[in-house]
């Protein structure tokens, strides 16, 4: 049998579940009123894109999204964007809420709980393989090829891990295997990570994905429910004590199954996500949007084209290193390593340097930014300066550890959200904005 019929034998017997349902406190006012999964990436895509289109391109059809918190702008995308499956053919997109059936009601205690309380749905449908994606990261990867390693290897569950620089490994579960890629020691968020030995200055982290065999997978979650001192998490508890009791649990570097050079980025905190869409502008940028072989797929909002105006001898526009969206207007000012999601509006002899804006900001004339993440529908008055005098820019903003300055509605007085005059195109969700001109 050829390899490729192996691998598209395995995905047709598997299901995708994508957890998209947790509260992304980390990523504080971005979350505010959307489910972290939601948030907007990359100039017109929203995060859980990617695993969507990693799925579609890894040939898996059968995909169920776990829902819980702020999941309107959430569901509505989905509803409205991913409706490329044909259900004729047996393809599923299923939003599952949280479904509080236990005796308690409660919302989902950890990523573990949300699959066991939707067990009955997600059962309903036969497969023999369960692969586990979290919402709200950014890469690129093959599934299918996770899923012929698993079903090579005889194991339990396989578990996708990077490598990652020492410093940052404690913010993910660190394993350690031996030659076979078998998980012999794992650590979730350990504050002295152990180092690879053929690497001294990373280590190997997991990436919060794997594949599990359904049977072994509904057996473990009964277990897990049942014990009180379990915080019922993939990370904390099930694969700890997979590889505390032996059982078959194997490693699969991203590596050996990403379209390009490996990337992954788990955009949970504010400096993550602004350095993540940031280095989208780089000349060669790892994460290549622009391929043509692994397309990122979203909900395309239908706006004209960007727009950039001279108006005299003071005016013209320069765009260094920048991406604008659509719908965009851009006079007589200058970008420089910044990233305009769709509908943005810049004024006159603006000056704009590493900000991140996201659909629908207004910003007036002569304003100097740097180091911004506007979030949506922001409207800055004429000659507004942000990133220039951090005493100033505290007491009216947010400024991460990493100092991006974080602005939203309602920091500018401007309220969550705007009485309807004019509705621009990302309308129709909590997250949505209104211009002002």
Known sequence: MSSTRYVSRLTDQTQALILAGGRGSRLEMLTDWRAKPAVPFGGQFRIIDFALSNCLHSDIRRIAVLTQYKSHSLIRHLMTGWNR????????????????WLE??????????????????????????TLVLAGDHIYKMDYGLMLAAHA?????????CDRVPIAQASEFGVMETDD?????????????????LSDPDHALVSMGLYVFNSDYLHETLGRDAALESSSHDFGKDIIPYAVRAGHRIYAFPLDEASPGRAYWRDVGTIDAFYQTNIELLQDEPVM??????????TKLV?????????????GGCQVIDSIVG????????????????????????????????????????????????????????????IGEDSRADRRRFHITDGGVVVVNREMLGQGRRYQPQEMNRWAGSEDSAVRSR
């Open 152 to 160: 090579r290897s005889g194991a339990e569950v396989t578990v996708a």
């Open 326 to 385: 659509n719908g965009c207007v851009v006079s007589d000012s200058r970008l420089e390593q910044s990233l305009l999601f769709g509908d943005c509006w810049v004024d006159k002899h603006c000056s704009l340097e590493r900000v991140v804006a996201l659909p629908g900001c207004h910003i007036g004339k002569r304003c100097r930014l740097r180091n911004v993440l506007l979030d949506n529908g922001c409207i800055l008055p004429e000659g507004t300066i």
């Open 104 to 129: 308690d009601e409660s919302w989902y205690s950890g990523t573990a709980d949300a699959v066991y309380q939707s067990l009955d749905i997600i059962e309903a449908y036969d497969h023999q393989y």
């Open 288 to 297: 290549d949007m622009y391929d043509p072989k692994w397309p990122i797929f």
């Open 180 to 196: 076979n890629r078998r998980i012999v020691g794992f650590e979730e968020k350990p504050a002295d990570p152990r180092a690879l």
């Open 85 to 100: 499956l044909n259900t004729d053919y047996g393809d599923i997109l299923d939003i599952i809420p949280a479904q509080q």
């Open 302 to 314: 239908q706006s004209p084209p960007a727009k950039f105006t001279d108006h005299g001898p003071e």
